[in-house]
């Protein structure tokens, strides 16, 4: 991920190139970890962080508009990587015979109503052990999203400490109604949400002032 360019000595030096988000750089060494070629990847919104997945030799999708779509491919551009195993639309392809996705990206700029709708399909069709990158999961729609995964015993919290993202874990496959309790319960009108606390202190903050009991949603089967 570096460009060239000739000094006036005639010499070249290389130039990073940054991601449009400082603390992105921190999440794509750790997506550039977990990836591997052939393995089926997925973004949520817009966001330079699947130029990683390409780069790496996964076939990426990106569920997002036109512009987003241009945005990532232009990165791809930039950063000089193949874009030709990149799709992109609206929505998640429905492909009965496509192999189950290893790893999702939600973006920070996405809207909870465009996540949550987006998300069913997406984690349904995520493998057992897949991985969800959340972006942002401390504030916005991304922490509402974090709240709901934490009531869903599908799902684990992995890593928190990667960027301003967290990362979840999917241990056991979802329930279509448990999914949409959750979601529902997240988002309901004048609940704050907590999400994925960051900094020195956010294991005192878990562990002193947990969620509340109403935020801890149960669900049978």
Avoid at 83 to 101: F, H, S, V, W, Y
Wanted: charged share 25%; aromatic share 4%.
């Amino acid at each position: 991920m570096t460009a060239t360019t000739n000094q006036t000595a005639g010499r070249i030096r290389k130039i990073a190139q940054r991601r449009t988000r400082r603390q992105d750089e921190f999440t794509a060494d750790y997506i550039a970890l977990v990836v591997q070629p052939g393995m089926r990847t997925v973004q949520i919104g817009g966001s330079d962080l699947g130029s990683v997945c390409l780069k790496r030799g996964a076939r990426h999708e990106i569920i997002a508009p036109i512009a987003a779509i241009e945005a990532l491919q232009a990165d791809c551009d930039r950063r000089h990587i193949p874009t030709d195993a990149l799709r992109g639309g609206p929505a998640l392809r429905k492909d009965d015979t496509a192999q189950p996705i290893d790893l999702v990206i939600i973006g920070p700029e996405v809207g909870f109503p465009v996540m949550a709708g987006n998300w069913r399909h997406v984690a349904a069709a995520m493998r057992e052990n897949a991985l969800l990158v959340l972006v942002g999961a401390d504030h916005g729609s991304s922490a509402r999203l974090a709240d709901a995964l934490m009531m869903d015993n599908a799902w684990t919290l992995q890593e928190r400490a990667c960027g301003d993202a967290a990362v979840f874990r999917k241990v056991q496959p979802v329930q279509k109604d448990r999914t949409l309790d959750t979601l529902t319960q997240a988002s309901r009108p004048g609940r704050r949400p907590r999400g994925v606390r960051r900094g020195p202190f956010a294991g005192l903050m878990n562990r002193f002032f947990p969620a509340k009991p109403q935020d801890r949603l149960r669900t049978s089967g």
